[in-house]
DNA sequence: GTTTTTAGTTCCTATTTGGAATTTGATAAC
DNA sequence: GTTATCAAATTCCAAATAGGAACTAAAAAC
């Protein structure tokens, strides 16, 4: 099956994961729940593509996760934010993050 | 930035996703919380191929997210269970299923 | 008119995935 | 003993996706 088939799929689980359930996304967004907004931000702190990161902002926008606007006109610059929609992930993210921190301490140098 | 060397990363959510970010392994995991425990049973519900599934099992339980544990002898079987590590992702699971139920109804056949 | 900033797009190569067939190890039927 | 079956994978190849760097665009600063 492929990956793009889950967003119909019986299981809404599934049905969540045909949208944030790849690789970079999640990271994404826990940038946004950090106050990121810019595609450079985004770009510098997630180490994704130029071209990934342009291909998965562009999903979340068209599924109502994020919202694009413009912050400024001459030359027109945009940035992302988070919907009301895209908000309610934030709870899965807050499990990763407690999970992560009790259960993958970071590996040190030289260790 | 190549998605492995994520499980070094400063942040609790990247180091965690680098296990459980990618396509299917949250399904996997889905499926382990519905009581699914079989390499065939997975690869029916999930519709992964068995090379991927194959994998994503392999570092599920090096990673202690799962137990693979042999259910009979001669032939000699497996199965795989939660472990209570991988018990504490069941949370995020449900954040998912909410917002799945919520957000992406399923498109009906000639909608 | 060259450089800078921000937000992408394009190009090429390398890796990963999808899908089907095959393997392995053991039992059961013939 | 060979054929069939089951569960759990592994192997193969073509196709899709990702990684990395360079390039484009549009306006502003110099």
């Not at 702190?45 to 694009?68: C, P």
């Amino acid at each position: 099956m492929k990956w793009s088939e889950l967003d119909d799929n019986w299981c809404p689980v599934a049905r969540t994961l045909s949208i944030v359930g790849d690789r970079w996304t999640l990271l994404i967004l826990r940038d946004c729940f950090l106050g990121r907004s810019k595609f450079e931000e985004f770009a510098e702190s997630i180490g994704a593509t130029r071209h990934v990161l342009s291909n998965r902002l562009k999903r979340l926008v068209e599924t109502g996760i994020l919202e694009k606007r413009a912050y400024q006109q001459r030359p027109v610059r945009y940035e992302y934010a988070l919907t009301s929609k895209g908000k309610e992930l934030g709870p899965a993210l807050e499990v990763f993050l407690k999970w992560g921190r009790k259960h993958m301490p970071v590996r040190r140098a030289a260790g």
